[in-house]
T-cell receptor, first 114, second 110 residues
Framework: EAQVTQNPRYLITVTGKKLTVTCSQN?????MSWYRQDPGLGLRQIYY???????DKGDVPEGYKVSRKEKRNFPLILESPSPNQTSLYFC?????????????FGPGTRLTVT | RKEVEQDPGPFNVPEGATVAFNCTYS??????FFWYRQDCRKEPKLLMS???SGNEDGRFTAQLNRASQYISLLIRDSKLSDSATYLC???????????FGKGTTLSVSS
């Protein structure tokens, strides 16, 4: 089954404790992206990757890191989480067809930082 | 002007009603257009792409007006299961990102 998976699905952590949210896709998509979704603000892009070893900042990259060592995986790293990073996070992937096209989303990770 | 603007709603309609959502986008160089559906606290899922000539998928019809930078979605014969948030989405001209509207909430009641 074609899918994007994320782990963990729910996480409660404390300020400053480094964490990683994993994302994996089995569709051989070149493009992957991370979003956060907050009430009243919609989906905002954090980072994206056009291919292996190619990553770039989205609209809200502060406090986050990513890496793309393999095509299928695109982990999101919070080196020192803060309460303002409490949010619902989505990973997405897409074929590149003259640019990014329709995206397939993972099920989401609900993060709470206390 | 925000990049993608939608009326947030909520739209409360009875079963069987026809409902229309509108969306405007700011960058005339955008080339790809979509409607996504998002159920509460779930991931967004592609509902349909939007083509210049307009396109239909069952009870759903999407229209694009490039001159006015306007996209619409029409839902006919609404079902309870249509209750969700509908996101208008366009790509950025560089082709590096999709830009999401904040969504329009639809509630269909019996």
């Amino acid at each position: 089954e074609a899918q994007v998976t994320q782990n963990p699905r729910y996480l409660i952590t404390v300020t400053g404790k480094k964490l990683t949210v994993t994302c994996s896709q089995n569709m051989n998509h070149e493009y992957m992206s991370w979003y956060r979704q907050d009430p009243g603000l919609g989906l905002r892009q954090i980072y994206y990757s056009m291919n292996v070893e190619v990553t770039d900042k989205g609209d809200v990259p502060e406090g986050y890191k990513v890496s793309r060592k393999e095509k299928r995986n695109f982990p999101l790293i919070l080196e020192s989480p803060s309460p303002n990073q409490t949010s619902l996070y989505f990973c997405a992937s897409s074929l590149l067809s003259g640019g990014v096209y329709e995206q397939y989303f993972g099920p989401g990770t609900r993060l709470t930082v206390t | 002007r925000k990049e993608v603007e939608q009326d947030p709603g909520p739209f409360n309609v009875p079963e069987g009603a026809t409902v229309a959502f509108n969306c405007t986008y700011s960058n005339s160089a955008s080339q790809s257009f979509f409607w996504y559906r998002q159920d509460c606290r779930k991931e967004p899922k592609l509902l349909m792409s939007v083509y210049s000539s307009g396109n239909e998928d069952g009870r759903f019809t999407a229209q694009l007006n490039r001159a006015s930078q306007y996209i619409s979605l029409l839902i006919r014969d609404s079902k309870l299961s249509d209750s969700a948030t509908y996101l208008c989405v366009v790509n950025n001209p560089a082709g590096t990102a999709l830009i999401f509207g904040k969504g329009t909430t639809l509630s269909v009641s019996s």
